[in-house]
């Protein structure tokens, strides 16, 4: 559901004729535009105990906006805080319209890159924990081949799982697996054993790598 809501305003402000006016195409704002939030949701939470809040300045705005990956000549400072999803308070401070957005941009974040997830803490964060769950659960789903949960020696089918599920899966073992990065895995906090049952399905870049205590692939 935010997926969707989130795709449909970045397409619903890169086509307003103004956008189109100021650039030759739009696929380049809707891009800036979406690293803009995902970008600003770190901040946000990088910056939450000195800012007291998740908030943010306009200063701290356009430092934001001058980072090479957001490039200010595609997106100026009145877009980020007239285009994106963010409301301002009494004090000219800027922040997300809800919370929730917050959270899922986090959890975004959190499923594709371990480090941050490494440093997250998930307290009072209950949202992002459960997109972060259910980012992982849709994509062990597209796999063939059954996980197991504690005490469970029989395993249930990959494509039944649910996302309340993730925190108390012990093993998984793949016998097909589609694209994907092996950061993704971070996330399966209680994994112990994720088993390739062919050789020959194991992407590259897995190789040795070990995600979490005693987790191995083989």
Same mark, same amino acid.
């Given at each position: 559901?935010?997926?969707?809501?989130?795709?449909?305003?970045?397409?619903?402000?890169?086509?307003?004729?103004?956008?189109?006016?100021?650039?030759?195409?739009?696929?380049?704002?809707?891009?800036?535009?979406?690293?803009?939030?995902?970008?600003?949701?770190?901040?946000?939470?990088? =910056? %939450?105990?000195?800012?007291?809040?998740? +908030?943010?300045?306009?200063?701290?705005? @356009?430092? /934001?906006? *001058?980072?090479?990956?957001?490039?200010?000549?595609?997106?100026?400072?009145?877009?980020?805080?007239?285009?994106?999803?963010?409301?301002?308070?009494?004090?000219?401070?800027?922040?997300?319209?809800?919370?929730?957005?917050?959270?899922?941009?986090?959890?975004?974040?959190?499923?594709?890159?371990?480090?941050?997830?490494?440093?997250?803490?998930?307290?009072?964060?209950?949202?992002?924990?459960?997109?972060?769950?259910?980012?992982?659960?849709?994509?062990? =789903? %597209?796999?063939?081949?059954?996980?197991? +949960?504690?005490?469970?020696?029989?395993? @249930?089918? /990959?494509? *039944?799982?649910?996302?309340?599920?993730?925190?108390?899966?012990?093993?998984?073992?793949?016998?097909?697996?589609?694209?994907?990065?092996?950061?993704?895995?971070?996330?399966?906090?209680?994994?112990?054993?994720?088993?390739?049952?062919?050789?020959?399905?194991?992407?590259?870049?897995?190789?040795?790598?070990?995600?979490?205590?005693?987790?191995?692939?083989?």
């Amino acid at each position: 559901m935010y997926q969707v809501l989130i795709n449909k305003w970045v397409a619903r402000e890169s086509n307003k004729p103004a956008i189109g006016i100021r650039h030759n195409g739009m696929y380049s704002y809707a891009e800036k535009l979406l690293k803009f939030s995902f970008e600003l949701s770190v901040n946000l939470y990088d =910056e %939450r105990e000195k800012r007291q809040g998740y +908030l943010i300045t306009v200063d701290d705005l @356009k430092k /934001l906006l *001058s980072r090479k990956s957001i490039e200010a000549d595609v997106l100026s400072l009145d877009d980020s805080t007239g285009r994106s999803l963010l409301n301002r308070n009494s004090l000219g401070q800027f922040k997300f319209a809800h919370k929730s957005i917050l959270e899922y941009f986090l959890a975004c974040e959190v499923f594709v890159n371990p480090k941050f997830l490494a440093r997250f803490d998930f307290h009072g964060m209950d949202a992002t924990r459960n997109f972060h769950f259910e980012m992982i659960a849709n994509m062990l =789903e %597209r796999f063939e081949g059954k996980f197991f +949960l504690k005490d469970d020696f029989k395993g @249930k089918n /990959l494509t *039944s799982i649910i996302p309340s599920q993730i925190k108390n899966i012990e093993k998984i073992i793949i016998t097909k697996i589609r694209h994907v990065t092996a950061e993704n895995f971070a996330g399966l906090i209680g994994l112990k054993n994720l088993i390739f049952a062919n050789e020959s399905l194991l992407p590259h870049y897995f190789g040795l790598k070990t995600f979490g205590s005693g987790l191995q692939t083989s």
